[in-house]
């Protein structure tokens, strides 16, 4: 099946630090891969959409700039957690969706849960 | 914009069958698909409806009645490892994936 993976799987750091999470798509091409954000016994909320060697899409509310998405191939998407503060721990959850999967599903990663000190 | 609407709870024994509504609204409509998500880990895909009618996997049943913005996702035979959040998710014409609250499913023995 379709494999999705994520790393690093937890992060601790200070504040003021940026954080680079990693998304693989790990046997298919992921054409699409998208980012969400979840807080302890919330919903997913959906962050961005991001398209191979496009710029991401980002969803209102969100800041571009201090989530930066790169998606860079096929199988990486990176989000880059910039100047980042103790509210921005959460769970990050990148999914991928590509041409030999069902166009329907969405693979999810195994998150990443960010904690800033 | 787009919101739906599941219980927050529901609490069934094992062996039993629970039922799990979504309702919702939105624009762009294109499916209505089912995650679980157990405490800690990712979502699993369960279900997808992209038309109306019933689709059967295994336990698992989700029902889609696109005219009443309604869904369904039937649990049968509940184990003691079917407790989880489960999310409904309406996926719209762009491709996102829209997420409920989640509804958390506490099975007894």
């Known amino acids: 099946g379709a494999v999705v993976s994520q790393h690093p799987s937890w992060v601790i750091c200070k504040s003021g630090t940026s954080v680079k999470i990693e998304c693989r798509s790990l046997?298919?091409?992921?054409?699409?891969m998208f980012w969400y954000r979840q807080f302890p016994k919330q919903s997913l909320m959906l962050m961005a959409t991001?398209?191979?060697?496009?710029?991401?899409?980002?969803e209102q509310g969100v800041e571009k700039d201090k989530f930066l998405i790169n998606h860079a191939s096929l199988t990486l998407s990176t989000l880059t957690v910039t100047s980042a503060h103790p509210e921005d721990s959460s769970f990050y959850i990148c999914?991928?969706?590509?041409?030999?999967?069902?166009?329907?599903?969405?693979?999810f990663g195994p998150g990443t849960r960010l904690t800033v000190l | 914009g787009q919101s739906l609407e599941q219980p927050s709870e529901v609490t069934a024994v094992e062996g039993a069958i629970v039922q799990i509504n979504c309702t919702y609204q939105?624009?762009?409509?294109?499916?209505l698909s089912w995650y679980q998500q157990h405490d800690g880990g990712a979502p699993t895909f369960l279900s997808y409806?992209?038309?109306?009618g019933l689709e059967e996997t295994g336990r698992f049943s989700s029902f889609l009645s696109r005219s009443d913005s309604y869904g369904y996702l039937l649990l049968q035979e509940l184990q003691m490892k079917d407790s989880a959040s489960y999310f409904c998710?309406?996926?719209?014409?762009?491709?996102?994936?829209?997420f409920g609250q989640g509804t958390t499913l506490q099975v007894k023995p």
């Open positions: 999914s991928a969706r590509g041409d030999r999967v069902s166009y329907n599903e969405q693979f």
């Open positions: 046997d298919f091409q992921a054409t699409t």
């Open positions: 991001s398209n191979e060697g496009s710029k991401a899409t980002y």
């Open positions: 939105t624009s762009g409509f294109y499916g």
């Open positions: 409806n992209g038309l109306d």
């Open positions: 998710a309406v996926e719209s014409n762009t491709g996102k994936l829209i």
